[in-house]
């Protein structure tokens, strides 16, 4: 059986990233529609959804065969071709991109400038010529844009079906050098009744945690004068703007608190730390458990002073 869904690939060279995001009807379909590897580039196979085009491509893409020469290859090892929507997109940013005569109508795709939109089974045809628009009159960063170009593709009409889940992935041009690296962003909605919104608000979460590692970064500069400690606690404050969660919020200023104390900033530290404690006394209880199981970390040397914050 077919399924539908409107998906886009992408490249971004200024960031050395490819992305791949989809949205459709079917509960957890991102598992088998969209495929990414670091260094390699990113699928989309979508109606017939055939992983063949995903596994054999990437295998293809390490023999350095492009994008079209990889589609070309796979399509002809794929007996229900003509059921099948796909788009190939490696780290050069070729792009290539098929659909099936026998794809649900509407179906169709629009290749442009190292990107590709591509639907079936769409309420009506403007569906990816939308999503196209959108992408590139966008600004921002790739996932955003990823983002845009699945909103314009709802607001267009969208799955006929409705919709249920969204996913996306971003990944590296360049190769890890851990196989476990190379991974910005994977994050998947697998059942909702609004996926683009939950999927767009794990974006804007996930851009709250990278401000925290900015800000746990920072402080491993030297010297941690009064001006980068500025830096760092605004940086800080952003991100636990950007965290609605109470319990993320106490457990990152827990962190933090501690991480200031160890670089000796203790005013910082102890107001973070009063903070936690006040609004959750169980976190005292959290800081012995912790500093017994690492007796050597240095806040935890000094833990009385730290549990009277």
Same mark, same amino acid.
């Given at each position: ?185 994977? $994050?998947?909605? $697998? ?17 709250? $945690? ?83 199981? $690492? ?15």
């Amino acid at each position: 059986m077919q399924t539908g869904t409107y998906s886009i690939v992408a490249f971004d060279g200024a960031a050395k990233q490819v992305g791949v995001a989809m949205q459709t009807h079917n509960f957890a379909a991102c598992n088998g529609v969209i495929w990414a590897q670091p260094g390699l580039g990113v699928v989309a196979s979508q109606a017939g959804s055939d992983p063949a085009y995903a596994f054999s491509g990437f295998e293809l893409m390490r023999l350095g065969k492009t994008a079209p020469e990889v589609l070309e290859a796979v399509r002809r090892m794929d007996t229900k071709s003509e059921y099948n929507q796909v788009a190939v997109l490696d780290t050069y940013g070729n792009v290539a991109t098929h659909t099936g005569a026998n794809c649900i109508a509407e179906a169709g795709h629009l290749v442009g400038n190292s990107f590709s939109c591509q639907a079936n089974f769409m309420r009506n045809g403007t569906v990816w010529h939308r999503m196209a628009e959108a992408f590139q009159l966008s600004k921002g960063d790739l996932a955003l844009r990823l983002i845009e170009a699945l909103d314009a593709g709802e607001d267009a009409g969208g799955d006929f079906r409705g919709a249920q889940s969204a996913a996306i992935k971003i990944v590296t041009t360049e190769r890890p050098s851990q196989p476990w690296d190379g991974y910005p962003l994977d $994050y998947r909605v $697998y059942d909702s009744v609004r996926p683009l919104a939950e999927l767009r608000r794990l974006v804007a979460l996930d851009k709250a $945690y990278k401000l925290l590692e900015q800000a746990h970064a920072a402080l491993e500069k030297e010297p941690l004068d009064e001006t980068v400690i500025h830096h760092v606690m605004d940086v800080f404050d952003r991100a636990m703007a950007k965290i609605p969660n109470i319990d993320s919020r106490l457990q990152q200023k827990f962190q933090f608190g501690l991480a200031l104390y160890d670089k000796g900033k203790t005013a910082e530290a102890l107001a973070l730390l009063r903070d936690v404690f006040g609004t959750n006394p169980g976190w005292r209880e959290i800081a012995s458990r912790i500093a017994r199981a $690492y007796p050597n970390n240095g806040w935890a040397l000094k833990l009385d002073e730290i549990l009277a914050a």
